[in-house]
């Protein structure tokens, strides 16, 4: 019961693209584009972190992309090339995001769960969301976050939460010794305790 309530509330907190008949099926899945999000955040623009549809780890003119951590950009663009063969294309849903669009992302999520408490499974402070610094990366679609359950390891790209499969971090020692234990969700994750 606990994994199905998880789950569910996990795929109500996603911002299901319109163009789109139903949310993704695999427990895998990235959320799918920001389109919604950047009708309601269109103040806060690109320059703030929004991504629009179709952006790519090698997409150098969105800032999301642009500004992330430059170890973390180019392993994920070693990881993105090594798999370019097979088809496989890392979209980036989200990445380096301003304090401002962080703490507005918060505040949508305290109104949509009912409380910090809750919210905080989802979205962290401005202050210890490591987007703000740029080290994390949302990437879709499911066949790239896939993938990267499968092979991230071997270029230092990790997911963090185990509610947030599309939510990757560069861990260099995991080249050598894998991906550390994922925390359940980002409340159990000691660095978004402040």
Known sequence: MVVIAAITAALRYQ????????????????????????EKHGALGKAGGVVPDGVTV?????PAVADLDPDLLKALR???????????EFYV???R????????????????YGS???????????????????????????????W??????????????KNEPWH???????IDHGCPRMYADPTQDPRMQQ
């Open 15 to 38: 911002p299901w693209n319109s163009s789109s008949a139903a949310p993704p099926s695999s427990s895998s899945a990235a959320p799918p584009s920001k389109a919604p999000r950047r």
């Open 58 to 62: 090698f997409d150098d003119a969105i």
């Open 78 to 88: 070693r990881a993105a090339t090594d798999v370019a063969d097979d088809g496989v």
């Open 93 to 95: 849903n989200s990445g």
């Open 97 to 112: 995001r301003a304090p401002e669009y962080q703490n507005q992302l918060l505040r949508e999520a305290v109104s949509k």
């Open 116 to 146: 910090e408490v809750e919210a905080a499974r989802w979205i962290a402070t401005a202050a210890t969301s490591p987007h703000v610094s740029g080290d994390a990366v949302d990437l879709g679609h499911s066949d790239a976050t896939t």
């Open 148 to 161: 990267l359950s499968e092979h991230g390891a071997e270029f230092g790209l990790c997911p963090i939460h």
């Open 168 to 174: 990757y971090e560069l861990r260099p020692e995991a």
